[in-house]
C-alpha cells in the first residue's frame, strides 16, 4: 500500500522559533496533500490543502503567515510552524492524494511540543 | 453543510460482539465516503470506502451500510475483537474538490476482552 512519512515524530521547541515538519510519500507521487492538526480525543481540522506547484489553499481562521505549507515536488511537502507559541503545541499530520485516485493516505504525524 | 454528524462518541463492546458506528451528512455532493481507523499517537489508516452508488460494501469484518436518501452511512464491525479498541472516523468529499475531507467527530471503540 501507499506510505507516507512525516519527519519529525515528535518536536520540542521554545516559544520564538520556527519549526518545520517534513511530509513524504514514499511510493507515489501525490499532486495534493493536505495538512491537518488534531487536539487530545478530537477530530482532525483540515489546515490547508496544498498542490504541487501553486500555492496552499489555507482554511478560514488558519493563519498563513504562521504556518507556511511548500509543496516543491511530487513526493514532498513541508509545513513550518512560524514563530511557535504554546498555544501551538499539538499534533499535526499530513496526508497525500495520488493522482487519478479517491484515497488519501495518512502520514504518522508529528508531536509538537512548544515550550 | 458541509458537516458530518457521527454517534455514538463512544462505545463499549464485548468481544465477539458486533459494534456500529453511524454517520449523516448533510451535502449532497458528497461522493467519496472512508472510514478511518486511529490508533493513539497514529496516524489515522483507511478501513473501508464506499461511493453513493451501492448500499453496501464488505471488506472481512468490516462492513459499511449507505443509505443515499437518508444520506446516512455506518460501520459495522462483526466478530469485535480487543486489538479493534481504537478511534474510528468517518468523512466524506467532494471529487471536484481534490477529495479535501470532511471528518465526523470520531467514536472512541473499546472491546473487551
Known amino acids: 500500500g501507499a506510505v507516507v512519512s512525516q519527519h519529525p515524530s515528535r518536536v520540542i521547541c521554545k516559544s520564538g522559533t520556527s519549526v518545520k515538519i517534513e511530509c513524504r510519500s514514499l511510493?507515489?507521487?501525490?499532486?495534493?496533500m493536505f495538512w491537518y492538526r488534531q487536539f487530545p480525543k478530537k477530530s482532525l481540522m483540515l489546515m490547508a490543502t496544498?498542490?504541487?506547484?501553486?500555492?496552499?489553499?489555507?482554511e478560514q481562521g488558519v493563519e498563513k503567515d504562521k504556518f507556511l505549507i511548500n509543496h516543491a515536488s511530487l513526493t514532498l511537502s513541508t509545513l513550518t510552524v512560524t514563530s511557535a507559541h504554546p498555544e501551538d503545541s499539538s499534533f499535526y499530520i499530513c496526508?497525500?492524494?495520488?493522482?487519478?485516485?479517491?484515497?488519501?493516505?495518512f502520514g504518522p504525524g508529528t508531536r509538537l511540543l512548544v515550550l | 453543510q458541509q458537516q458530518v454528524k457521527q454517534s455514538p462518541q463512544s462505545l463499549i463492546v464485548q468481544k465477539g460482539g458486533i459494534s456500529i458506528i453511524n454517520c449523516a451528512y448533510e451535502?449532497?455532493?458528497?461522493?467519496?465516503f472512508p472510514w478511518y481507523q486511529q490508533f493513539p499517537g497514529k496516524g489515522p489508516a483507511l478501513l473501508i470506502a464506499?461511493?453513493?452508488?451501492?448500499s453496501e460494501k464488505k471488506e472481512g469484518r468490516f462492513t459499511i451500510s449507505f443509505n443515499k436518501s437518508a444520506k446516512q452511512f455506518s460501520l459495522h464491525i462483526m466478530d469485535s475483537q480487543p486489538g479493534d479498541s481504537a478511534t474510528y472516523f468517518c468523512?466524506?468529499?467532494?471529487?471536484?474538490?481534490?477529495?479535501?475531507?470532511?471528518f465526523g467527530q470520531g467514536t472512541i471503540l473499546t472491546v473487551h476482552p
Open positions: 468523512a466524506a468529499s467532494r471529487s471536484t474538490s481534490y477529495g479535501k475531507l470532511t
Open positions: 496526508s497525500a492524494r495520488d493522482w487519478g485516485r479517491e484515497t488519501q493516505y
Open positions: 511510493d507515489f507521487q501525490a499532486t495534493t
Open positions: 496544498s498542490n504541487e506547484g501553486s500555492k496552499a489553499t489555507y
Open positions: 464506499i461511493r453513493p452508488d451501492v
Open positions: 451535502n449532497t455532493a458528497f461522493d467519496y
